[in-house]
């Protein structure tokens, strides 16, 4: 079983479509999180999500948003896709009390906009 | 802000032989966590080990132990007896502890490549 799932793993569209990915956790986490990893294979948060709150990086574009249907899933959709969005993307989760706090992580979605 | 520095962008090691990946950090924060993870050629994200700043000893798991110099902040990785599927990235990351401060500061990665 799959800790945390993402899905599609790749994703290509064109620019100005809208598009969304999904990620599902079975491990009990409250806390969810999405990063992205540009070419250079840096990694860099955009969101924190737990049932309390949500955390957002600034220089996240607000074409950007997480929706949480439920503790298990938080999706990315991303509106009016832009080349410089092309990366991949990770989705992670993490029991927010323990205070290792150590996230795991999804496989990714590399996403290419043409 | 938190910061975390790789120097290294790639290393060589032969197998079998031990290696030790660098990592140093900053932060004013008190407490606070630090996590290596590797990522393989395929792109998963693998946790590796964890080092909280209170603790007394350094991690180890397996064939991964953490260096831990708090008064040099650094927090080495240490990889024993490479192995040839041990070539990947590897991350250094950080997150300070206490509520609203969740997420991981990562380095930009040490690429590891371990030769027959």
């Known amino acids: 079983d799959t800790a945390v799932s993402q899905t599609p793993k790749y994703l290509v569209t064109q620019m100005g479509n809208d598009k969304s990915i999904k990620c599902e956790q079975n491990l009990g986490h409250d806390t969810m999180y999405w990063y992205k990893q540009d070419s250079k294979k840096f990694l860099k948060i955009m969101f924190s999500?737990?049932?309390?709150?949500?955390?957002i990086n600034e220089t996240v574009p607000n074409r950007f948003s997480p929706k949480s249907p439920d503790k298990a899933h938080l999706n990315l959709h991303i509106n009016s896709l832009e080349l410089g969005d092309s990366a991949v993307y990770f989705c992670?989760?993490?029991?927010?009390?323990?205070?290792?706090?150590?996230?795991?992580f999804g496989a990714g979605t590399r996403l290419s906009v043409l | 802000a938190q910061k975390i520095t790789q120097t290294q962008p790639g290393m060589f090691v032969q197998e079998k032989e031990a290696v030790t990946l660098d990592c140093t950090y900053d932060?004013?924060?008190?407490?606070?966590?630090l996590f290596w993870y590797k990522q393989p050629s395929s792109g998963e994200m693998i946790f590796l080990i964890y080092?909280?700043?209170?603790?007394?000893q350094n991690a180890t798991e397996g064939r991964y132990s953490l260096n831990f110099q708090k008064a040099r902040k650094s927090a080495n990785l240490v990889i024993s007896a490479s192995q040839l599927g041990d070539s990947a990235m590897y991350f250094c990351a950080m997150r300070a502890h206490g509520a609203g401060s969740y997420q991981l500061t990562f380095g930009k990665g040490t690429k590891l490549s371990v030769i027959p």
């Open positions: 999500y737990n049932n309390k709150e949500l955390i």
């Open positions: 080092q909280g700043s209170y603790d007394q």
């Open positions: 992670a989760s993490s029991p927010t009390e323990a205070e290792e706090n150590i996230q795991y």
């Open positions: 932060t004013s924060d008190p407490s606070y966590g």
